[in-house]
Every structure is written in structure tokens, then in C-alpha cells.
């Protein structure tokens, strides 16, 4: 195959080394007439013309001198002898013609003679024999220069028209030339791309057909071997290839099929629904639990439009849907009975992270919800019942401790205020406890108020203070400027404040600050209670607003593990967000955030 393109390609190869050589001689022509116009006849010109310029101004001061500017016309002559004298000295350095030599010396031997015959018109006193000198040898002189020097120049300039005369003509004659070597090139080059073509095109034009019908899956292409070159290797080859594509397709078509079915079968076993979800939304896959479920809902292309949003946001690349709660439950209708379904919307990605479809699990929740509701119901009713006899019990030992009765030894006044501070500890709970439930089931009453951060957190100090103080410890506040107002209950937010204050002094040792920080996070405004306790393990960051969850080693601290669940919730009915910062040995910050008045009004909810 080398061989075969070396030899297609020398003709050309020699026909441009050809083309060279002849392009190198030419222009070597060319410049030679070149450089002779410019050097050497252009040269002489100007000399010829600088002679001329300095004889005639020469001659102007001898006829100065005879007008009587003496001193005029001798500074002008002398001026101009050093000017004619360097441009003669150029032109006899520049003989280049024949005849040009003698036209040379005979101006140089004139000027001889002029500059004797001026120096005697200078040293002559008498204006008539100066009159005379001029008129009858020097202005004869004069002019003898100046028509040799005009000689000098129209031999120059007429051997230049001749030089310029045959650099045409040889561009002329190179310009055919070139034309038909032209002509011969692309002829040649025409008819041995014709024959490389036919020799390497058609066999690579026939490989590059089968392989685009290899790619769109019709293995069973031959490509016809008609050499023994490289291209007749590349076609056996590329056979050979096809037929192990065609094994291995056979291959892995059984093995697809047969993961496909596991696959089915594994997710037939489900209970919950499943679907599978292309990047337009088309459902590919849907395991029996969803087919049921689409069916009972008279969805036949889609899926629930309340999830819809979810998978939406999904498919254009937000991150996975996975809900840690019962609240983004979906309600629906299904056999005349509401149900609830907990949607799962997970992003399909390949090796390399591109999304390519999204997976949807729906979980009916709806016994879990039902149980959920019972237990909050249970717990509100058993507090609710517990509170009166509670109540009854305070009030009979309030009025034992008052003595009315009768009067009481150490003893039984040791026993009565324990049962008195355990009586209290318990109507905490149970109202914590009916609380939540109230929060749970949507029946606390809020009544909302626009008030700057700064007034809601000042009207609260006095209170906050009296927790910090009870353990020993310093409250500092640190508000920002210009902070937007908030829409609260005063009295819930109250809680929360008491909640995280209480709880950064109950954790802090005695002496330590804690700090009550009040600043904007986007559209919103930060409330944080930071601490310099021990700090919270991160496995436990998670759990810590979970209903009657308490860190392990706190047992000793008074509480149940309601207050963070109940402030979780106040903040979440003011449409804000709670968290903590966090780490062993550092100590905690708990924050909430609450929007502002004016993004309430453009459409948040309060």
C-alpha cells in the first residue's frame, strides 16, 4: 500500500520539484534586472541630475557676481564645487555602459579646466574682463557639463527602459511557461487522484457503508476482500470483528433477557408500587403494585399529579426526593376510601453521573398514619384526663405545706415539697404533651403580631436572664441593624426562646457565657442560642427534635425530651426552620429562623 501511494504521488513530486527549480532560476532572472535597474543605472542617474543641479547653481554665482552681489554669488559657487565633486566621484565609482567611462572623464577634465578659468574670474577686479571670461570660456564650459552630465543620465535611463523591457518579456515568457506547467500538474494530479481513488477510496468508502450498518445492529455485513495490502487486512479484520459482535450479541442478548426477568419478578414481589421513569416522564417500567394502583386511579400514561412537581424537579436534575416524615404524604381515592401514599423520586444515573431516567416508589402510609393519629389522640385524651385529678392532688398539697390542717414535722415537710416538685414536674409534661397534640392536629390557636426582632427578643430578656442566672451563668445578646420585622406569636415564640435559653445554661458550667445572636439569613431572620458546653455527637444531631429522645449520659437532667419537639413544631407553624451547629468538646448553637413580615406578604407562609 506505500508503495502503491509513493508511486501515485512521484509524478506530482516531480513535477513540483520542476516547478521549483524553474520558480528559483526565474526569480533569480528577475532579481538580476532588477538589481541592475535600481544599483547601477539608477544610481548613475542620480548622479548625473546632482551634477547637473551644482554646475547650474555654480553658474548662477559667477552671474551674481557679475549682477554685483559678489559676496552673494562666491558663497553660492563655493557652496556647490564639494556637491559637484562627490557626485562625479559616484559616477566614475559606477561605470556600468560602454561609452559611459569617456562622458565620465571628459566631464571630469572640463570641470578641471572650469574651476582654473573661476578662480581667475574671482582674482580679476575689472568688470569687463569678467564679462568677457564669462561669456567667452566659462558660460561655453558650462554648458559642454552640462550636456555631458545630460548624456550620463539619458544613457542610464534608456539602458534601464531596455532592462525594464526584457524583465517583461522573461515574465512574460515565465508566465506561459508557468501556465502550462499548470495546466500539466492539475492534469496529472487528476489523473493519478482518479487512480489513488480507485485504489484507496472505494475500498475505504465500502468499509465506512458496512460499518455504519454494524453500528445500527445488522451484524451480518461482510466486507469483500480484494487485496492483500493493508486494505485487504483491514476488510479481513473487520470481518473477523463482525462475526465475534455477532457471538457476543447472541451473548448478552440471553444475558439481558434474563436479568430483565429477574428484575420483573424481584419487583413483582413488592408491595409497595414501583415506577420506572425516562427523562420525558413516560413511565418504562411499572411493577404489578403499580400497575393495580394506576389502574384503580384511571391513570393510564402517568402518575399522580400531586407528585408530579416532585419528579419534575428530579428529571431536570435537583437532588433525590426522600421524605423523613409522614408530612409529604399524597392523599387519594382509591375504592371510595382515602388513602395516603409516601412518594420516593429518585434520580437513574449512570457510571459517570449522567441522568437518565428517575425512579418512583409510592408506600401506602395510610395504617401508619391512622396509628399516628390514634397515639395523638390517645396522648391528648390520657393527658387531658390526667390533668384534673393532677390538679387536685397540687392544690391538697398546697394546702398541706400551708398547715391549715395541722402542723408538720421535718419529715413530713421533706416528703411533701418532693411530691409537690414531683406534682409540678409532672403538669409540665402533660402540658408539653397536650401541646404537641394541639401542634399535631393543627388546633393551636396563633395570634400573630408584626414586630421588629430586636422589641420581640428585649420583651423577652428579663425572663431569659432569670434561666441563665438560676444556673450560675451570663446572658449576651448581639443584634444586627436594620433587621425586617417578623410576624410571631410572642407567647409560642416565648417558648422556644425559654426552651434553647434553659437549656444552653442547664449545659454550660457554671460562669460560662451564653450568647443570644439575632441576624438576617437571606430573606429571613436567624435567632440562635449558642453555649459552650460539651457539645452534641454528630449521630445524635439528627434525633435531637424527635419526641422524648435524650442524649444518652443526660439522664440526670431534668426534662422528658419534649421541649425541642415542641419548639420544632411552633417554628414550623410560623413557617420557619430549626437547627443546631454543633460538635464534642465545642459546644452547640441552636437556631430558627423566621421569615420576614414583607416576604409573608409576597406569598410565604407565616
Not at 66 to 81: P, V
Not at 289 to 297: C, D, F, I, S
Not at 370 to 398: A, C, F, Q, Y
Amino acid at each position: 500500500m506505500k508503495r502503491r501511494i509513493f508511486l501515485g504521488l512521484l509524478p506530482i513530486i516531480v513535477l513540483f520539484v520542476g516547478v521549483g527549480v524553474y520558480a528559483v532560476w526565474l526569480f533569480a532572472r528577475l532579481g538580476g534586472s532588477i538589481d541592475t535597474i535600481l544599483r547601477e543605472n539608477y544610481e548613475s542617474v542620480l548622479a548625473g541630475q546632482a551634477m547637473k543641479e551644482s554646475a547650474e547653481r555654480m553658474d548662477s554665482g559667477l552671474s551674481f557676481a557679475l549682477a554685483g552681489e559678489e559676496k552673494r554669488g562666491h558663497e553660492l559657487f563655493d557652496a556647490n564645487i564639494p556637491l559637484f565633486a562627490s557626485s562625479l566621484t559616484r559616477e566614475l565609482k559606477n561605470i556600468t555602459l560602454p561609452g559611459e567611462g569617456e562622458l565620465a572623464g571628459r566631464i571630469k577634465e572640463s570641470e578641471g579646466r572650469y574651476q582654473a578659468l573661476a578662480k581667475s574670474f574671482w582674482a580679476a577686479t575689472d568688470t569687463g574682463s569678467r564679462r568677457d571670461m564669462y561669456f567667452s570660456k566659462l558660460l561655453p564650459l558650462f554648458t559642454q557639463i552640462k550636456n555631458d552630465a545630460q548624456a550620463v543620465i539619458d544613457m542610464n535611463q534608456q539602458n534601464m527602459v531596455q532592462a525594464d523591457h526584457y524583465a517583461r518579456s522573461l515574465s512574460k515568457d515565465s508566465t506561459h511557461a508557468m501556465f502550462l506547467l499548470l495546466l500539466a500538474g492539475v492534469g496529472l494530479a487528476i489523473f493519478f487522484g482518479y487512480g489513488l481513488q480507485r485504489a484507496i477510496l472505494r475500498p475505504i468508502q465500502t468499509l465506512t457503508r458496512v460499518s455504519k450498518e454494524l453500528g445500527d445492529g445488522k451484524l451480518d455485513q461482510i466486507v469483500p476482500v480484494q487485496s492483500k495490502d493493508e486494505l485487504g487486512e483491514l476488510a479481513d479484520a473487520f470481518n473477523k470483528l463482525a462475526t465475534k459482535l455477532r457471538a457476543y450479541r447472541q451473548v448478552t442478548t440471553d444475558q439481558i433477557l434474563q436479568a430483565r426477568q429477574m428484575t420483573e419478578i424481584t419487583f413483582s414481589a413488592f408491595p409497595d408500587p414501583i415506577l420506572a421513569l425516562s427523562l420525558d416522564g413516560k413511565i418504562n417500567f411499572a411493577n404489578s403494585a403499580a400497575g393495580k394502583l394506576l389502574q384503580k386511579l384511571d391513570l393510564k400514561e402517568g402518575i399522580p399529579a400531586a407528585i408530579q412537581g416532585e419528579v419534575e424537579s428530579v428529571l431536570h436534575g435537583a437532588p433525590d426526593s426522600v421524605p423523613t416524615s409522614f408530612e409529604g404524604a399524597v392523599p387519594v381515592r382509591i375504592d371510595d376510601h382515602e388513602a395516603f401514599l409516601l412518594p420516593r423520586v429518585i434520580g437513574m444515573r449512570d457510571d459517570s453521573g449522567n441522568l437518565f431516567g428517575a425512579a418512583v416508589v409510592l408506600q401506602d402510609i395510610t395504617r401508619f398514619r391512622l396509628m399516628d393519629e390514634v397515639k395523638t389522640n390517645l396522648v391528648s385524651t390520657v393527658s387531658h384526663e390526667l390533668k384534673t385529678p393532677l390538679t387536685s392532688i397540687r392544690m391538697g398539697l398546697h394546702l398541706l405545706l400551708e398547715e391549715k390542717i395541722g402542723p408538720l414535722n421535718t419529715k413530713q415537710l421533706e416528703l411533701l415539697l418532693a411530691a409537690r416538685e414531683d406534682a409540678e414536674r409532672l403538669l409540665r409534661m402533660i402540658n408539653d404533651l397536650l401541646d404537641l397534640a394541639r401542634f399535631e392536629s393543627g388546633q393551636m390557636r396563633q395570634r400573630l403580631e408584626i414586630v421588629s426582632p430586636k422589641v420581640l427578643v428585649e420583651n423577652m430578656l428579663p425572663d431569659l436572664h432569670l434561666l441563665v442566672e438560676a444556673n450560675d451563668g451570663r446572658l449576651t445578646t448581639n443584634i444586627a441593624p436594620d433587621l425586617a420585622n417578623v410576624s410571631v406569636d410572642s407567647r409560642q415564640i416565648g417558648h422556644v426562646f425559654s426552651n434553647f435559653v434553659s437549656n444552653a445554661a442547664r449545659f454550660s458550667k457554671p460562669g460560662d457565657e451564653v450568647q443570644l445572636l439575632v441576624k438576617p439569613v437571606g430573606n429571613a431572620i436567624r435567632f440562635s442560642v449558642i453555649d459552650h458546653g460539651p457539645g452534641i455527637p454528630k449521630e445524635f444531631q439528627s434525633r435531637v427534635f424527635e419526641r422524648f429522645f435524650r442524649i444518652p449520659g443526660t439522664d440526670q437532667v431534668a426534662g422528658v425530651g419534649l421541649g425541642l419537639a415542641i419548639a420544632k413544631e411552633i417554628v414550623a407553624a410560623h413557617g420557619g426552620a430549626i437547627g443546631l451547629n454543633s460538635a464534642p468538646g465545642e459546644g452547640s448553637e441552636f437556631y430558627f429562623d423566621l421569615p420576614s413580615a414583607k416576604s409573608c406578604v409576597n406569598g410565604a407562609k407565616p
